[in-house]
């Protein structure tokens, strides 16, 4: 009885607070709060008292106290954000009518990385030295020194502003501060050199309002050389005779999504237990019921790419994440990087619905083998992200009538392609793939 006077009360409560008597609204609320033995019940207490109190010390410790009860309360967290300055208010939008994306030309800052002391071309060397090397006076400038590690961000708080939802749907013009041109960056990619004056630019992804800027970023660690020597030895070792003269492997960032989802997993389950009768006797007996088995999976990996995603996904296990390095544009001089054209919202589905079916398989085996007859994921939710970028080297393998994509890892050197389950034929590889070795 005392549960259904609690949310009697707290439906006046609620009632009141839209109809902006906030005094009445805050006597129904607290009294909720009192009487309430539900935590979900004393939570949603909490976050409309959020609403009828006036200072901003107030609206905080009552959107405290609802997260202390239900830390998922999505309402809540990005109530709180929006306090706390992590959202602006005119970011905010509906979900269910996002607004149409823009027509034309996406107008974007971009950085440019020149030397200091000659003005010619910066690259990033993927030689170890963690540094921007001058192509013509071989000036070096070292990155990372003193960067921290980007912390992950947290998933309501993007899912309530465009970010969290957008993709780049359309070309991006850039203005070169070299030469003065400007000139169009395909939609999918965020870094390129100037097709005059061969400047290297990166797009200031922070300054948009559509779309989020990487995190973390893996730098190249394996030259094209290097690389090229790895696709060579895979060709040999795999027996591939390619059918035409390979092209040198392109060195490229490809983007991922990482996701941690925590919560939990609501089960039945039936076991078999035996009990003493009435009479001292053993007897067997099918023993139903039903509980939660918490979960926690951490950085669970999510294609942020559709184009290559699926040798993509084969190379993603090879790859060292806890090396990766707060993102720097710097380490995109020279390369050319692609754009998420999955947005974070349906990767995020993706991710819990991935951790969902793990858990599900493995319940049996993490419940004394049980007899699993239903399974929930209403419980399940993904608490935080990170958009990373991963370095690969691409080339493709003309083979069997058709060309094959070839990535390399660019951590590495490991190789994945879409030739895994095609017959290949002997011998004939260096008289394609040897002279990719010559200066």
């Not at 609204?25 to 006036?54: N, P, T």
């Not at 905010?92 to 071309?121: E, H, S, V, Y």
């Not at 084969?314 to 050319?336: M, S, T, V």
């Amino acid at each position: 009885m005392k549960s259904d006077y609690a949310k009697e009360l707290l439906r006046t409560g609620i009632i009141e607070v839209k109809a902006k008597h906030f005094d009445s609204a805050r006597r129904y609320l607290d009294r909720a709060i009192y009487m309430a033995r539900s935590h979900d019940v004393i939570a949603e207490a909490w976050f409309w008292m959020s609403e009828a109190v006036e200072t901003k010390e107030e609206k905080r410790k009552a959107l405290e106290n609802c997260l202390s009860h239900d830390l998922r309360h999505a309402r809540a967290r990005r109530a709180l954000a929006i306090l706390e300055g992590k959202i602006k208010a005119d970011e905010l939008i509906n979900p269910d009518q996002l607004p149409d994306a823009p027509d034309g030309l996406r107008k974007t800052d971009a950085q440019r990385f020149m030397c200091p002391k000659c003005g010619a071309r910066m690259s990033f060397a993927p030689d170890g030295s963690n540094a921007l090397v001058c192509d013509y006076c071989t000036t070096q400038h070292a990155l990372g020194i003193g960067a921290k590690s980007e912390d992950e961000k947290d998933f309501i708080v993007a899912m309530a502003t465009m970010k969290g939802h957008g993709k780049p749907l359309q070309e991006q013009a850039f203005h070169c501060n070299g030469c003065g041109a400007e000139f169009i960056l395909p939609p999918e990619q965020i870094s390129a050199n100037c097709v005059y004056c061969d400047s290297p630019h990166v797009v200031s992804l922070e300054k948009t309002k559509d779309l989020l800027a990487p995190d973390a970023i893996l730098p190249f660690a394996v030259d094209n050389k290097h690389a090229t020597k790895y696709l060579i030895d895979w060709v040999e070792k795999n027996n591939i005779k390619p059918e035409k003269k390979v092209e040198l492997p392109r060195g490229l960032y490809l983007p991922l999504w990482t996701f941690d989802v925590g919560g939990s997993i609501e089960y039945t389950g039936q076991v078999y237990e035996r009990q003493e009768d009435i009479l001292g006797g053993k007897q067997t007996k099918l023993v139903q019921f039903t509980r939660d088995y918490p979960i926690l999976m951490n950085d669970h990996p999510i294609p942020a790419s559709r184009k290559l995603s699926s040798v993509f996904l084969e190379l993603i296990p090879n790859f060292d994440l806890k090396q990766l390095k707060p993102y720097d544009p710097r380490y995109l001089a020279g390369f050319p990087a692609e754009i998420y054209d999955v947005p974070m919202a349906d990767a995020s589905l993706d991710a819990r619905s991935q951790a969902f079916n793990h858990y599900k398989k493995e319940l049996p085996y993490l419940t004394d083998n049980a007899n699993i007859i239903r399974t929930s994921s209403a419980n399940i939710m993904v608490e935080s992200f990170k958009l990373n970028l991963l370095p690969v080297w691409m080339t493709e393998i003309p083979f069997g009538g058709r060309e094959h994509l070839v990535l390399i890892n660019g951590q590495n050197g490991q190789v994945e392609s879409d030739l895994d389950d095609e017959k290949a034929e002997e011998g004939g590889v260096l008289s394609w793939l040897g002279d990719l070795l010559k200066d």
